[in-house]
């Protein structure tokens, strides 16, 4: 071996050579267990995850559905069902689409309403805040008619939400739309409305720690006492008699995700569109119930003793400033609405400001309560 020559243990050649052969090799040959190349990685890779705080802001938020417009007013078929495409946009340059299939919604307004509330089954799920808020249905109320003034329906009755909100977080919350309603087959003009996004109720259950109940032959007797007088009172409060546990009509039932306490059911109401607080000319209460309109108030909630309808009614009068705070900071509402909204509510709540009339209206909860 010459001094300075370098060994090469592999064969003769120099490992200068050898090097130089190497590199040539893996130039030349196909890259075997390497990843794919980039655009094969793109073609079969996950489109990235958007949260759509959906539920936590209040602003307007501006929705687009395309599909069979003019087929979905004709109502059809109850059980009939409509693809289309939703778009959200967040601004100008900013949407997200997803194709969806749409459903009748409601028992009243399927009946009465020119565009009855709906279900929207988006076929990717949408996301809410985090990884596990998943979204792949949500009710879709819409203006029973077109118009100003079903327009106010719709924001009044998103207010009644945000009223219940201020009580408890087991309830619904919601947001309020600008829809613009696409008929994909251009038979009919373009629809531009209010409507609202009602939480589904597995973002509810997750939020809260909770189960959904799917069997409806409970009863008020089943649900916790608390809870269930609180809905009687709001809905006294608000003037709302569409509403029963049995067949949960306008009242979904969960209970507690633990086992220890999940042997009463938690109620939540929802579909505020028969309020007093809306007060929509088409919320007119059937005879057998015994009062004229929707703003004849009407207590629908178990028998309780004096002192514990007392202190429930306290509850309420110690969130009056809130309450009222709700009613006029919420700026989609006209001046006009916000007073009458307000006048209505101190009707209820100047019972409560003295001994003797918080007495009379006890008195009217225990001839009108439902024996335990």
Known sequence: MKPGSIF????????????????????????????????????????????????????????????????????????QTFDGVMTFHFSETDTLSRKVTIEYRGKSRYERCRLPPMRINFRQPVYEVTDSAKIKKMKLVNQCQSGALYGDYVIKECLVYKLYNVLTDTCFRVRLLKVNYIDSDKNKKPLVQYGIFIE???????????????????????????????????????????????????????????????SMGIPVPFDFDLTGVVNADYAIPPPDLGIETNRDRMFRGMCRTKEEFQNNLMVFLNKKEELYSVVNDYHYLSKGSKKDIINFLDQFFVQ???????????????NSCKEL
């Not at 209040?58 to 559905?65: A, I, K, R």
């Not at 959904?212 to 003037?239: G, H």
Request: aromatic fraction near 8%.
């Open 8 to 79: 090469n243990p592999c064969g003769s050649y120099p490992l200068r050579s050898v090097i130089i052969l190497v590199l040539l090799t893996m130039l030349v040959l196909p890259s075997y267990g390497q990843t794919e190349p980039e655009s094969k990685k793109q073609k079969g890779q996950e489109t990235p995850r958007r949260y759509l705080s959906m539920f936590d802001e209040e602003e307007l938020l501006e929705v687009s559905l395309r599909f069979d417009l003019s087929g979905f007013l004709k109502k059809p078929d109850r059980n």
């Open 352 to 366: 409560l400001e003295k001994q003797s009339s918080l007495d009379n209206l006890v008195n009217v909860f225990l």
């Open 200 to 262: 589904p109720e597995e973002l509810l259950a997750k939020r809260t720690n909770m189960l959904e109940v799917k069997t409806r032959s409970l009863s008020q007797k089943s649900m916790k006492p608390f809870i269930i007088d609180r809905i009687a009172i709001f809905n006294y409060m608000v003037s709302n008699w569409d509403w029963s546990v049995p067949g949960q009509h306008n009242v979904s039932i969960f209970t507690s995700s633990e086992p220890a306490h999940a």
